[in-house]
């Protein structure tokens, strides 16, 4: 879309507690973006921004969509990240794949701090509209997979000894789970759901791609920016004494220390050239979610110069946590190993405004949903001491959040 297309008013109100945000989104074509109660929803289409692929895709699209912000003639009158103009977007994880998706919808409302605020571009409703009563979908059915376990395992091992022959130290390898339904999905019946199992996650959709994401790649609110690598996973116990029996086995894993150490240092080696100062957590700790727990580090930094949000998602991904290291060594491993094409799964997903400010994760339990069928993803990270059965066990742990997401209305998901 050209830039004078977008030539419009985005305006800026403050409005009264809106309640729960997702049911407010009148459209299941919407976008939302909700971590404890805080967040964005929008819906309405002003502007798509043409991605494109390659490596120079993330400040190519950058570059667009701040052009088309800035020619929108904002009056904010809340000045909070996130008010004005907003773009939304999710990203391919293979940069040489097509089908990333970068939009800027008409109406956004959104929650932050104990304030709420509606923007509206070109006209639009002067009000969030009435709380939706989302439909149940119905019996869910699962289909498949695209590489099935065995051969998935076989993989695995095929990758552990590459890494010891040398050249790689890890590499992350995904699956993939089928389902279908009798009825359309509607993705704001999965969001909301996701966010009441896993409030502590970022709960989202965007064209299609629905999950709850406990990894963010990158925040940048003003000169401030903030990453959280996750790496290295267990379940969680069945009671305090077992909980805490696992997770400290997880700290105390060699294989999983070393598996994490690689993500965090992928992150620190990106932003430190862009950072005045950068501080990282001196040991990890347990992130603990409703199924999993894993070991997590908070990266946290002042920028040097004004670096745009969505061009700091470029300079991050794909992370180790997500494809392993060496990075293009890596790449090439999962594309001969995976027997699938991840689509957006694993790619950066989330929102950025005029200013620049934005947050955006790495798009992990989550699903690719397409009228009444779905696409489950999960992945594991593979090092030279990983066991195939165990690697497999952690996937179906992580493929849970969004089974659990799907069975409500239905008989208990199964393994596939």
């Not at 667009?64 to 004005?84: F, H, N, Y």
């Not at 430190?272 to 894993?294: K, M, R, T, Y």
């Not at 489950?376 to 990983?386: C, H, N, P, R, Y």
Request: hydrophobic share 45%; charged share 25%.
């Amino acid at each position: 879309m050209s830039v004078q297309a977008c030539a419009v008013t985005a305006r800026t109100v403050e409005v009264p507690d809106p309640g729960d945000l997702v049911t407010r989104l009148p459209d299941p074509g919407g976008f939302a973006w909700v971590r404890e109660g805080e967040g964005l929803i929008a819906w309405g289409v002003l502007a798509r921004v043409g991605v494109g692929t390659g490596e120079g895709r993330f400040s190519r699209a950058s570059a667009v969509l701040s052009q088309i912000l800035t020619d929108v003639r904002a009056k904010d009158e809340v000045r909070l990240p996130g008010t004005g103009p907003v773009a939304f977007g999710s990203f391919t994880f293979d940069p040489a794949r097509e089908g990333s998706v970068l939009v800027v919808p008409r109406v956004v409302l959104g929650r932050r701090g104990g304030r709420a605020w509606l923007t509206t571009l070109g006209g639009g409703p002067a009000a969030a509209g009435p709380v939706q009563a989302l439909p149940a979908p119905g019996r869910i059915r699962y289909a498949g997979t695209s590489l099935p376990e065995m051969r998935w395992m076989e993989a695995v091992d095929n990758a552990v000894r590459a890494i010891r022959r040398g050249g790689l130290k890890k590499v992350v390898l995904a699956r993939d789970v089928q389902v279908w339904c009798e009825q359309a999905l509607d993705p704001r019946v999965l969001v909301h759901r996701l966010t009441e199992r896993f409030p502590q996650c970022f709960a989202f959709a965007c064209a299609g791609l629905v999950g709850a994401t406990p990894e963010l790649l990158v925040r940048r609110f003003g000169d401030r920016v903030e990453s959280v690598p996750l790496a290295g996973s267990a379940a969680r116990g069945a009671d305090p004494d077992e909980d805490t029996r696992l997770g400290e086995a997880l700290r105390a894993s060699e294989k999983n220390r070393d598996e994490h150490q690689l993500a965090v240092d992928s992150v620190h080696a990106a932003l430190d050239p862009l950072c005045a100062s950068l501080d990282l957590d001196a040991e990890p700790w347990l992130l603990q979610l409703g199924n999993v727990q894993h070991l997590a580090t908070s990266v946290r930094g002042t920028l040097r110069r004004p670096v745009r949000s969505l061009d700091l998602t470029g300079a991050l991904h794909p992370t180790a946590a997500v494809c392993g290291t060496p990075t293009a060594t890596a790449l090439d491993h999962i594309r001969d190993l995976e027997g699938m094409d991840r689509g957006r799964y694993a790619g950066p997903v989330g929102w950025t405004d005029a200013r620049g400010d934005g947050e955006w994760a790495i798009a992990l339990r989550c699903a690719e949903v397409a009228g009444a069928r779905a696409r489950l993803f999960a992945g594991a990270g593979i090092v030279a001491g990983s066991l195939p059965e165990l690697e497999l066990e952690e996937t179906r742990l992580k493929l849970l959040a969004m089974q659990s997401a799907l069975a409500s209305a239905g008989p208990a998901p199964v393994r596939p």
